[in-house]
């Protein structure tokens, strides 16, 4: 679909000078729209799948069904709400508004398979940062077994990127009601990483470069834990989420979805040296409440959980466990005593308590 | 997922005479992004489906999938670009968003299944503009067998809807490709309606009430041809586009997908008499180029082409023919003779020829 622009705000007139413009300042109004589908459906038109029947280039996609559960989750990145191109290149742009999404599906314990892309671009956008966009999208798309099949592009006056993404699962979802009493509260990777990252780009904090590159791509290029997903629903896991709005915020809702209170202990939130190092005490804060972390939040009796370190590579951490109470109600211990949480994480249109 | 809003961009203080706040100028920022999505699943939840697994409230949408032809497709409508919501409703934004992906689904022969909704909202929207885009989504959605099973919402600068719909579809898809040498060239119900709908609302045009209305709907509640997307491809139809660029540069998309050319008879288009009426001889340059008409637009041989008039019961007209010629040109014959039809129909980016 493609609509009228309001004539007013029509994108710029052609350059007269294009025959000598040098091909790596071409402006999206220079390509046009079709132009712009055609350059992208290039880039993304690598992959291949077997039950793929069409892809980029009619009305919709279309695929071959089966009967597995189907997935579907979509989310957005907005320039100014959700990035600044001053601190994000468009590569990381572009894996980061697939990943986020990826994570959905992580968390479901499901494996991704297509995924459609809204593109919204000021006309003055340069082609070489949207075809670099569209790489980065496929540098994480490839290794994940993701097919980008379709999607539409728009003249806007800020850059947003929503990507839908459809996964399919065997049965044995992970759900955020599928928590029970006495669940022990585990969590992969570490937990921060991704607000510390965040803090440093904004305030411009200087590292030592390991520290540094360790930091921003904790933020901008995170890599969701598709297939340890897909390992804890095989090895019996049936509640997850993905650390998005914040440890607190995401153990929150799960508790709240499964009619339980829960229960953290701060000193076995796990936070990377680096970070620790880099942000002292603030560290502790960012691993609670900073969100974007894209590790996954699981709840499983000790035996299943016990499992669960042996067949995830990365780092498998118990931080707390679920309890009967008010549902919804995560209380949080540090050094022995229960501290007031408040609300963490964060959460879009309320200013953060 | 929900990210960190950069705090110089934080949503307003929650108001401290909430109190005494009448409910119907709630903001989104009093409600909170939690409570933004509580109550529009309240207002989503009522249709039921026996393959829904799980609908809004997890990371992703879940359904129980079949060996069908799977479809999907997005599409975003972007304030200021897509509509102003000085001449839309919001009840009219939240039927257009999601008529505007049904038209896809329909112009490849499917049944609509599920859809996912990607919501950007200023902090200071009022609570029930948005639950009014809701209802306008769902008196869609309800009669189309559409459930809305998921989305985020996020704060941004300018209102975007963003819906991702998923169908399927029987073998035998409508595809932009599937056009043959001899085939006529149809389309369903008037062209041109939506565009002078459009002139009317920008250029603040008065007409007879009757009128008006037409209009008015045609440009803000179309209601795509989703029955008679399915009826022509049981009727053995195999080519097929809804028209949302405009008609001269949709057919020009199915003749270059096909490798063909194709032949439109300009007397032969269907205008509408109330847009012929009120716009004279600007209503068949609508017809030709306006766009965002959401009819169907498709090729057969003529004796499926005979079939089809009965079997749906909506106008068919048939205005030219699929031709061997060069791959996606588009003569326009007026008064029997060839007339340069340049670049019609809008394209993003581009300024319009």
Excluded at 120 to 146: C, H
Excluded at 226 to 240: C, D, K, N, T
Excluded at 246 to 275: K, M
Aim: proline residues 5%.
């Amino acid at each position: 679909m493609a609509s009228p622009l309001f004539l007013d705000r029509a994108p710029p007139l052609r350059s007269p000078g294009r025959g000598y413009a040098i091909i790596s300042v071409m402006k999206v109004s220079e390509l046009g729209e079709f132009g712009l589908i055609e350059l992208l459906a290039g880039i993304a038109s690598r992959q291949r799948d077997g039950r793929l029947i069409i892809g980029i280039g009619d009305d919709a996609a279309a695929w071959r069904g089966d009967g597995a559960v189907q997935l579907a989750t979509i989310d957005s990145l907005i320039e100014k709400v959700h990035f600044s191109l001053k601190t994000t290149t468009w590569e990381e742009l572009g894996w980061k508004a697939l990943a986020v999404n990826l994570s959905d599906i992580a968390a479901m314990g499901g494996a991704p398979g297509y995924a459609l892309v809204s593109l919204a671009l000021p006309p003055d956008t340069d082609v070489d940062n949207v075809t670099a966009m569209y790489r980065g999208m496929m540098a994480l798309a490839e290794p994940s077994g993701v097919a980008v099949v379709g999607g539409d592009t728009c003249a806007a006056p800020l850059v947003s990127v929503t990507v839908a993404l459809f996964g399919s699962a065997a049965d044995g979802l992970l759900t955020r009601s599928g928590a029970r009493p006495g669940d022990q509260v585990a969590v992969t990777g570490y937990l921060g990483s991704s607000a510390a990252g965040l803090e440093m780009l904004t305030r411009q904090l200087r590292f030592d470069p390991a520290t540094g590159d360790y930091l921003r791509r904790a933020h901008l290029r995170p890599v969701p834990r598709v297939a340890e997903g897909q390992a804890l629903s095989a090895r019996g896991v049936r509640a997850g989420i993905d650390i998005s709005d914040g440890l607190l915020a995401d153990l929150g809702h799960v508790a709240a979805s499964s009619g339980l209170g829960a229960r953290v202990t701060a000193e076995q939130v796990p936070v990377h040296p680096a970070v620790r190092e880099a942000f002292g005490e603030q560290a502790l804060e960012m691993a609670l409440g900073g969100g974007e972390d894209y590790e996954l939040l699981f709840t499983a009796p000790a035996g299943i959980m016990d499992g669960t370190r042996a067949a995830l590579a990365c780092p498998v951490t118990v931080i707390g466990e679920m309890v009967a109470g008010k549902a919804g109600e995560v209380c949080l211990l540090e050094k022995g005593r229960p501290r007031a949480a408040g609300r963490r994480g964060w959460e879009h249109f309320r200013t953060q308590a």
